[in-house]
């Protein structure tokens, strides 16, 4: 039989080795990309699985990947959403099969806590504290919004509006 294809993920945007909501896609799923080894041969089947062991979807060599050449797949969450799995085999005429590495990531189900505004003097940016790339909405007195994101270190800072006076809730 051939050697083993390969599979990895991609699309982890922030490159910290787990998938947040926002690179998981709506449909709960993640994109593998599937490596064909270079010694398959056409009419070879390159198997991919989740982590339940359920099969995701079969490549035929040739027809659906060339040799050497790569697929992408979308493989769903583990049944408990807190990780994603991809294996992948291959399997030649003769039934002989070649099992790859998995491919492994963990999914961040956990929402950010909710941010922190400091305490400000009126007329001065309104800032505060929050989970690293969280996304900060300020809602001031007159209704009008502010949004912004949390930097690496945690703060997150917004222009005041006329609306903010001593002793008024944002």
């Keep these: 039989p051939a ?4 599979v990895a993920f991609i699309g982890d945007t922030n490159g910290d080795g787990t998938f947040n909501k926002d690179e998981v896609g709506t449909d709960g799923t993640v994109t593998a990309v599937i490596t064909a080894p270079a010694d398959a041969v ?4 390159i198997v991919i699985t989740d982590g339940n062991g359920k ?3 079969n490549l035929v060599v040739g027809t659906d990947i060339a040799v050497g050449g790569t ?6 969450l ?7 799995q991809a294996n992948v085999s291959i399997v030649d005429a003769a ?4 099992a ?20 400000n003097e009126v007329g001065q940016p309104i800032a505060g504290t929050g989970e690293p790339g969280a996304t ?5 007195p007159d209704g009008t919004t502010a949004e912004t994101t949390v930097d690496a270190d945690g703060n997150w800072t917004v222009p005041t509006n006329d609306s903010v006076v001593d002793g008024t809730t944002i």
């Design 42 to 45: 056409a009419g070879d089947t």
């Design 3 to 6: 050697t083993a294809p390969t």
């Design 136 to 140: 900060v909405t300020v809602t001031y």
């Design 78 to 84: 583990n049944t408990d959403g807190t990780q994603v």
């Design 100 to 119: 790859g590495t998995p491919a492994t990531a963990l999914v961040d189900t956990t929402a950010p806590a909710a941010p922190v505004i400091n305490d």
């Design 95 to 98: 039934s002989n099969s070649t």
């Design 55 to 57: 099969v995701v979807k």
């Design 71 to 76: 697929a992408n797949v979308e493989v769903p």
